[in-house]
Each structure stands twice: as C-alpha cells, then as structure tokens.
C-alpha cells in the first residue's frame, strides 16, 4: 500500500513521509456489530467445544462402575423400556446430525510457488532504460519510476514477463497466455511432484487471476493440460484484487465441507503482460513499478488420512467487503486515462479506506485468536471510553500472543511499515514479507505464499506454531486466513528460497 496523494494506496506501496498514525486509531470508532460478529463465529463452535468435556466425563464415570451397578442398571431399565427407546433414538438421532453437520478439517497438504527464470529478471537501471526507449513516457514520467522504484523496497531479481524484454513490448492475448502457463504450470508441475498426486484425483479446482480473464478461462486450462476429470469442480476467480488468494482458499474450504473424501487445489496468479500501462497518469504508473511475475498453487484436503503428512490446519477464514461504499468502490479502478490508454487509477481515499477495512477485519478476527486476557483488555477499556467517555490512549490487543508468524501481504513498503508499527510488531514478524518484497516483489495475491515459504526456509515453523495471512485487494476488501502448523515443517523441494535463503534477511535502504 502506499500514501503519496494521490497514489495513496494500500496495495502499492508509495514510501511514507509522516510520522502520524496513518491507520486509524482502533478504539475511537469502534463499531460493535463486527465484534459480536467475530463472536458469533466462535459460538458456531461451541456445541463442539460443550461436548468434548461432556463425553469425557461420561467417560470417566463409566469407568467407576462395578459390576453390581451394571446389574442393577440393567434391572432398572427391563421397567422402563420406553424411556430406554426414546433415549436409544434421541442419542441416534443427535449423533447422527452432529455427524452430519460438523465442520470437516481443511489440511494444507502442500503449496508451490513460481520460481521465475533469471533471464526475467529487470534490473533497476535495464528497468528505466527500457522505458525510456520504448518512447511512451515523458521525462517527469521517467522520473516518477525511478524515485518509486527506489523508494519501493524491492531488489535487483525481481522479473517481469518475456513480453517486457522485447522493444517494442509484445503485450499481446497470445504473450499473456504463455505467461499465465508459465506460471500455473510450473507452479503445478512442482506441487504436484512433492505431493506424488494425480491430477484425476482433484475434485475441486479455484484459480484466481484478477486481470487477465481469457476464453476459455484459466481453470479451463489447467483442466486441459492435465486432463483433469470431467466432473471436477472448477472456479474462476477474476477482478478481486490481490486479496482474492484468500477468498480462493475459502471458497475451496466450503466446497470441502459439502464433498467428503476429495481434494482442492488452489492456484493464485496475476498476469502483468496485458496490463502493464504505457500512459504518463502518474496514479497509473506505480503497478509497473511494483507487479511483477510469480503464483502459487495449494493443495488442500479433507480426509483425515491425509493428516499426518500435512503441513498445516485452517483454522479461520475472515473475509471483510467494503464495496457497499461508493468510495471504497472506486478507490482501485480499472479504467482509461484521458488519452485513451488503460491502468488502474487509484484515489487519494485509498489509505484511509484500507485502514477502516483492516480495522473491521481485525476486530471481528480478535475473539476467535486472542487470549481471554488480551480481550478483558480490550472490553475495559472499550467501556471506559464509551460510557466514561474518559480520555484513555487507544489500547491495540496484542496480536504476537495469537499468532507466532505473519504473512503480510507484499504489496509494498509502506503497508508493511504501518502494520509493523500499529500492531507493535517486532523486525522479525515483518521480516518474511519484507524479504518476498525485496526479492520477487508484489506478485499478488501470491505474495503470501512466498513470505511462508520464507519462513519454512528459515526452519522457523514448529508444531502448533500459528500463522496469520492477512491480504488486500480492490473492491475493497481485506482478507485474513489463520493456519496452525501440525508438525516441524521443513521446507518442500524447489522452494522458491533455496538458492538464496543464505543471503537473507538483508538490508533495505
């Protein structure tokens, strides 16, 4: 995200030159509706959490009795053998619907990211003079890019799509294709080897790609390329932004809680060929600075069998839309500039329109991860300035005490500057996010995946370890996906790290 008026945007990531809070403050505006709404989530867990105690101390009853209680129970029920049948029915019935309707674990198999050939590689100064030469932009537009790109926290191997290395660029429908294969497919190619998975065993498939939207569609063709069954379940994502990886993963996890026994695969994508902006609008020439190449593809699954050889567990999806506001609507907005030519425009409303999002999603997040402590906290202090109307600093929960790691999304430096400091984070929180942008960076709505492959590179991630994804998009959304570790996970074979992970952390002027 970034700040620069009237580029000021949470996806992008213009540096930021205030030192005021530049997202809101937590507590003045408060709206309670998303905190009984966060509840509300965790109350659809509660029969589960009531009946796990209950069957226990059944259990340890049970136990306790001695033959002569066996026998005078049995006595006792040949004299009530009605209530005896409407209990034996009730228990069956009951079983029966808990069976039938209780959430089903979503494991996280395995995930793949794209590994980029170096030959994509844009090199800052090869990056400024190819923009030069290609004759579209005027010099304050040339100056514009190279201060982003300086300021952008990104490094000298991040790649851009072969359709960029030509002079003139080739951003063509057949370019964007091969792009979009490159990246699927290799992404694919590798999950589908560390897994050992048949392609014929997928039952369910989401793709995601927010700009790049062809006929047939992108799910179409991987179903092509790998022959997938003809009665998969397919999905097309298109136009959500670089939050749509999360959506992705939850609509994957809804259609596992209706089809027992099957796998999802989900793959995350952007494609840059098509859509780089060749105008001099300056609100439109930030994404050339910071999109660049990658994707990832997951593997989820149902089945219990499938537990010990997983990585991790999801534990919550919370999904925050503020596309009801006309502002927030329009604040990411794909249209042409005044000489005809498309980008993406963004309003100087961004920042402020991010930071109520964040500040929704995070309050309808904290019930169901946060200690009773950290809430009590939050409560106290929520009714002293309420009904009080006392003069008390804004109290922030403390989220390091809910999750261990955290993947924020790319987008660029300034997001990430500002969620470090308003959730008081420490270097080493934000280091995974920081290092992806540095190294590949902003791929989207894939960015999280290479910020966790970071950390299984770095051998930080233990068993029951927790993980909090959290992504923006347009529309505009924020999204949060919370995962738990079910082992030491070490990290896959081809990890998008393992010939550079020695060289990390660095240090980003």
Same mark, same amino acid.
């Given at each position: 995200m970034s700040s620069d008026p009237p580029a000021a945007a949470v996806k992008v990531g213009v540096p930021v030159h205030t030192s005021s809070r530049i997202l809101p403050d937590f507590l003045q505006s408060v709206n309670l509706k998303y905190v009984k709404l966060g509840y509300h989530y965790l109350m659809t867990h509660f029969l589960t959490l009531l009946l796990i105690p209950l069957v226990a101390v059944i259990f340890v009853q049970a /136990?306790?009795?001695?033959? +002569? %209680?066996?026998?005078?129970? /049995?006595?006792?029920l040949q004299y009530n053998l009605v209530a005896v049948i409407v209990c034996s029915a009730f228990l069956i019935f009951g079983s029966t619907v808990y069976i039938m309707t209780r959430p089903r674990s979503v494991y996280l198999v395995d995930f793949s990211c794209y590994i980029p050939p170096p030959h994509l590689q844009a090199k800052f100064s090869d990056f400024m003079e190819h923009s030069r030469l290609t004759g579209d932009f005027e010099e304050s537009s040339l100056e514009f890019q190279r201060k982003i790109l300086e300021r952008s926290g990104l490094g000298e191997e991040t790649c851009v799509p072969e359709a960029m290395h030509h002079l003139p660029p080739r951003p063509s429908m057949a370019a964007a294709r091969e792009e979009a294969e490159q990246?699927?497919?290799?992404?694919?190619?590798?999950?589908?080897?560390n897994t050992n998975l048949k392609p014929k065993d997928i039952g369910i498939l989401v793709v995601n790609c927010s700009l790049f939207n062809p006929t047939p569609s992108l799910s179409a063709m991987i179903v092509n390329k790998y022959k997938l069954r003809g009665n998969i379940r397919s999905f097309n994502l298109g136009g959500m932004g670089c939050s749509a990886g999360v959506i992705?993963? +939850?609509l994957a996890r809804d259609m596992l809680q209706v089809h027992r026994n099957t796998y999802a695969v989900v793959v995350s994508t952007e494609n840059i060929t098509q859509n780089w902006y060749f105008g001099n609008?300056?609100?439109?020439? =930030?994404?050339?600075?910071?999109? !660049?190449?990658?994707?990832?593809a997951i593997l989820l699954s149902n089945k219990e069998s499938d !537990?010990? !050889?997983?990585?991790?567990?999801?534990?919550?999806?919370?999904?925050?839309? *503020? @596309?009801?506001?006309?502002?927030?609507?329009k604040?990411?907005?794909? #249209? #042409? %500039?005044?000489? @005809?030519?498309? @980008?993406?425009?963004?309003?100087?409303?961004?920042?402020?329109?991010?930071? &109520?999002?964040?500040?929704?999603? =995070?309050?309808?997040? &904290?019930?169901l991860v946060l200690p009773i402590s950290e809430q009590l906290l939050f409560f106290a202090t929520l009714m002293v300035k309420k009904i009080f109307k006392a003069k008390l600093n804004a109290y922030i929960p403390d989220f390091k005490l809910a999750f261990e790691h955290f993947c924020i999304h790319a987008g660029g430096r300034a997001v990430i500057d500002e969620l470090e400091k308003n959730l008081e984070l420490e270097p080493h929180h934000v280091e995974a996010s920081r290092m992806t942008l540095h190294r590949f960076g902003n791929t989207s709505s894939s960015s999280i995946w290479y910020e966790l492959a970071?950390? #299984?590179?770095? @051998? !930080?991630?233990? *068993?029951?370890?927790?993980?909090?994804? =959290?992504?923006? &998009?347009?529309?505009?959304?924020?999204?949060?996906?919370v995962w738990k570790a079910l082992k030491n996970v070490k990290p896959s074979p081809k990890n998008p790290w393992e010939d550079c992970i020695h060289r990390y952390p660095v240090q980003i002027l």
């Open positions: /136990s306790q009795t001695n033959p +002569d %209680d066996l026998r005078n129970l /049995s006595l006792h990246v699927m497919f290799g992404a694919l190619d590798n999950l589908f080897a992705a993963i +939850d609008k300056k609100s439109m020439l =930030i994404p050339n600075c910071l999109f !660049r190449v990658g994707g990832a !537990r010990r !050889r997983s990585k991790y567990k999801l534990v919550h999806v919370v999904r925050t839309h *503020k @596309g009801a506001d006309d502002k927030a609507f604040c990411v907005y794909q #249209e #042409e %500039d005044d000489a @005809g030519k498309t @980008g993406v425009s963004l309003s100087k409303d961004l920042m402020a329109i991010a930071g &109520g999002a964040l500040k929704t999603n =995070i309050t309808t997040l &904290g019930p970071y950390t #299984e590179a770095k @051998g !930080r991630m233990r *068993k029951g370890n927790r993980v909090w994804q =959290i992504a923006f &998009g347009s529309g505009f959304k924020c999204n949060s996906a």
